[in-house]
């Protein structure tokens, strides 16, 4: 992967600023680092010793600018590049979405640093995406387009908090960030599927690796975790959409807490 960082990334810091025991956090498509909120509250409530950096992916929220951003192989680029530049030697890694696959890529390219790594509702595990939604996702600005696009994103039932929507709105207020979403949208498919990760690279994966989907999800579906290699650990959330770390954050953080162990 490319070493060369032109200027770093942004990243909030949660619990022990110098622990020991690293947790880095990356958000699906069309969020930002706080979709993570309530997953680490859960966790820091056991386990104050962790430094979690959770990040704000390439071509999103603060890190609208990082040079190339968009594709995720670019983006796993520049977060392995930018965890360098901190100087963190061994880190746990977990992904939501988008952000799954790219957690993915930096464990096949880079993994001696990455101590566990774990997958929530990953991308690139199968041609199944709901690219329509996804694009709505990408276009939507106002508090009740994000809310209806999250309801369809979401399990049956599940709650979407105001706080989460005034967050996404504020995101889409940069200058700047709707048409950056939407490319990165129309480049997710190719003929309505999109890219899958090689099986060959997965079967490599040497760190444990844990796998959590909701039986209901409608953006990347359920089945696709029989794609997994057989070491992988699956954690079925049952009743649970995409959106895993807002609507089971406990059972996210649990997951989580497990590999970090």
């Known amino acids: 992967m490319a070493d060369d960082q032109p200027r770093p990334l942004h990243a909030t810091q949660f619990g022990d600023e110098d622990g020991s025991t690293v947790l880095v956090l990356l958000h699906g498509f069309g969020g930002t680092h706080r979709i993570w909120q309530a997953v680490?509250?859960?966790?820091?409530?056991?386990?104050?010793?962790?430094?979690?950096?959770?990040?704000?992916?390439?071509?999103?929220?603060?890190?609208?600018?990082?040079?190339?951003?968009?594709?995720?192989?670019?983006?796993?680029?520049?977060?392995?590049?930018?965890?360098?530049?901190?100087?963190?030697?061994?880190?746990?890694?977990?992904?939501?979405?988008?952000?799954?696959?790219?957690?993915?890529?930096?464990?096949?390219?880079?993994?001696?640093?990455?101590?566990?790594?774990?997958?929530?509702?990953?991308?690139?595990?199968?041609?199944?995406?709901?690219?329509d939604v996804l694009k709505l996702f990408a276009e939507a600005v106002t508090a009740d387009d994000l809310r209806q696009c999250l309801s369809r994103m979401s399990g049956p039932g599940a709650d979407i908090s105001d706080e989460d929507i005034e967050a996404l709105v504020a995101m889409r207020k940069r200058p700047g960030q709707v048409p950056m979403l939407q490319r990165i949208a129309d480049t997710m498919t190719r003929d309505g599927k999109q890219g899958q990760l090689p099986a060959k690279w997965l079967e490599k994966l040497a760190m444990p690796v844990a796998l959590i989907w909701g039986t209901e999800d409608t953006i990347l579906p359920y089945d696709q975790t029989q794609n997994a290699p057989g070491n992988f650990t699956l954690h079925t959330v049952d009743g649970a959409g995409h959106m895993l770390p807002e609507e089971s954050p406990s059972r996210v953080a649990q997951v989580i807490a497990e590999a970090v162990r």
């Open 40 to 131: 680490i509250d859960a966790l820091l409530a056991t386990r104050p010793d962790l430094s979690i950096l959770a990040y704000d992916l390439p071509g999103h929220g603060k890190n609208l600018d990082a040079p190339g951003a968009g594709p995720p192989k670019r983006g796993a680029e520049l977060i392995a590049a930018d965890l360098k530049r901190r100087g963190i030697e061994r880190y746990h890694l977990a992904g939501h979405s988008m952000g799954g696959a790219i957690a993915t890529l930096i464990a096949c390219a880079e993994p001696d640093p990455v101590a566990s790594l774990t997958l929530v509702a990953p991308g690139g595990f199968g041609p199944e995406i709901a690219i």
